[in-house]
């Protein structure tokens, strides 16, 4: 009976795993300056849903709206900064021997009907010209503060913070991701960094 169990749950979660996760809409934040001197236009209202080609890939200061598990679970991220090498807050923490930090500041902004309540560093890894990939790792920086370890905001409201990775000295960061729901949402935004 046992291995039935096991047998059901491992189909179960590599149905999950084989499901990819899709892009989110990607939203370029055009410079202050652009928007006060560019006459006001409107865009069709499908062009605004549509999801971008894959060869299009957001950068830092791009926003992209995830949707999480649920209908009623949507957020709008963006990459505010980014920071490479990262500096440690303290005297105490720093990153192992041979390795760096890096940090990304994140703004999640709310934008569906439901409370957004997670951990979001736990939906977040930074990935290398190798096609290596790190999680996040415990740490404050320099840079400003930390995101919160347990997010609860309301729709409507954002939070915003800094999210760290501990890399290889050598390693060459090119992307970083970001996926609701602890990152198990079938959506995954994906910025480039350089």
Do not use: H
């Amino acid at each position: 009976m046992n291995t039935r169990a096991t047998a059901s749950a491992f189909a179960a979660v590599t149905a999950l795993a084989l499901t990819g996760c899709g892009p989110g809409e990607i939203t370029t934040k055009p410079d202050a300056a652009a928007i006060s001197s560019a006459p006001a236009t409107s865009a069709p209202a499908s062009a605004a849903a549509s999801t971008p080609p894959a060869s299009q890939a957001a950068t830092i200061g791009d926003t992209v709206t995830l949707k999480g598990n649920g209908d009623d679970e949507q957020l709008a991220v963006t990459i505010k900064k980014w920071v490479d090498p990262a500096k440690s807050a303290d005297q105490y923490t720093k990153p192992d021997d041979g390795k760096r930090w890096v940090a990304a500041q994140f703004e999640l902004v709310n934008t569906g009907t439901a409370v957004y309540s997670d951990s979001p560093s736990n939906g977040t890894q930074v990935a290398d010209d190798q096609g290596q990939q790190f999680q996040t790792t415990f740490g404050e920086v320099t840079a400003g503060p930390a995101m919160t370890s347990s997010a609860k905001v309301a729709p409507g409201a954002k939070v915003l913070g800094w999210i760290v990775y501990e890399v290889p000295q050598d390693s060459k960061i090119t992307t970083v991701q970001f996926t609701m729901n602890s990152g198990f949402a079938e959506q995954t935004g994906q910025w480039t960094v350089k």
